[in-house]
């Protein structure tokens, strides 16, 4: 094995644990809780499912976006390229969700499709993807660095919803006191956690 593929994987792995830990789209940037929430107290979705789906388009929109995104800071329009940028980012996000859900459409039974389509609606389009492409972008990461920190920041929503999931059923207690019983309760938990990984990784999570 060369040392260019060595490196290669060094960094695609470097910034997919740099994305589960110091960068966690949910614990040190708060991206995608309120869906996270949504879909945890949600009987037709999986966190499972979601999470799979969520990872497949966050690749997908990932490589669209460094891909396309580019070309605007290289057209006329280069100095709009900032307002333009999200606007782009949500349209892959569009695009990628109507491709995956036309072709699943056509190979899956409609039982197997009416499972996970709920799933996929709400892994399509959301501040966890979109916020990680800004991200990458705006940290000029190349197309490794890209992929490696797309696929970790999904890997870190998986951990963290299911941390979080764990935890609804943990304080759904008779000890707690009843104006704190529910979503309180929860976000009081989700910061306990977040200052945790915070003391685990350090200031890391501020750069």
Known sequence: ????????????????????????????????????????????????????????FQLINSILAYLVVPLVYRSPLAGYARFITPVIIVACCAVSFIVVVLVLGFTLKRSAFKKIIYSLTGASINSAIVGTIILSLGRGFNF??????????????LLAMMLISEGERKINHDLVPQNFRGLPITLIYISVLALAIFGLTGNTMAL
């Open 1 to 56: 094995m060369n040392s260019t593929l060595m490196n290669t994987l060094f960094t695609f792995f470097s910034y997919s644990v740099l994305a589960i830990g110091a960068e966690n789209v949910i614990f040190a940037r708060g991206l995608g809780l309120s869906t996270g929430l949504r879909m945890i107290n949600d009987p037709r979705k999986d966190t499972i499912y979601f999470c799979t789906a969520l990872t497949g």
């Open 144 to 157: 490794v660095e890209t992929i490696g920190f797309g696929l970790g920041s999904s890997i870190g929503y």
